[in-house]
Nanobody, 119 residues
Framework: QVQLVESGGGLVQAGGSLRLSCAASGSIRSIPVMGWYRQVPGKQRELVAA???????NYADSVKGRFAISRDNAKNTVYLQMNSLKPDDTAVYYC?????????????WGQGTQVTVSS
């Protein structure tokens, strides 16, 4: 059984910073890609940032220059450092991992963590 456990969300004023963490655990062989998505009510979940096992990254245009994704492969953990936060960044943030278990490859999601940015 694989689990993704997120932490680090909360309430912050505009211009502030938050750091999200997501740890994957269970019968994991490898995790080619880990990422963060976000969703607000009434809208589709959107990609915020992703990183592969080699460290290559991809960001949504709206967060480039403000957010930084990183990972610790030894700990199966991905991080999202969010700086210069804006009210538009308010959303539920979900961790995502495309990973190989002992038996197959599939996508897993965390439970979500709320990020609220006040103006």
């Amino acid at each position: 059984q694989v689990q993704l456990v997120e932490s680090g969300g909360g309430l912050v004023q505009a211009g502030g910073s938050l750091r999200l963490s997501c740890a994957a655990s269970g019968s994991i062989r490898s995790i080619p890609v880990m990422g963060w998505y976000r969703q607000v009510p009434g809208k589709q979940r959107e990609l915020v940032a992703a990183i592969n096992s080699g460290g290559s990254t991809n960001y949504a245009d709206s967060v480039k220059g403000r957010f930084a994704i990183s990972r610790d492969n030894a700990k199966n953990t991905v991080y999202l450092q969010m700086n210069s936060l804006k009210p538009d960044d308010t959303a539920v943030y979900y961790c995502n991992a495309d990973l190989w278990t002992i038996s197959n490859k599939r996508t897993y999601w965390g439970q979500g963590t709320q990020v609220t940015v006040s103006s």
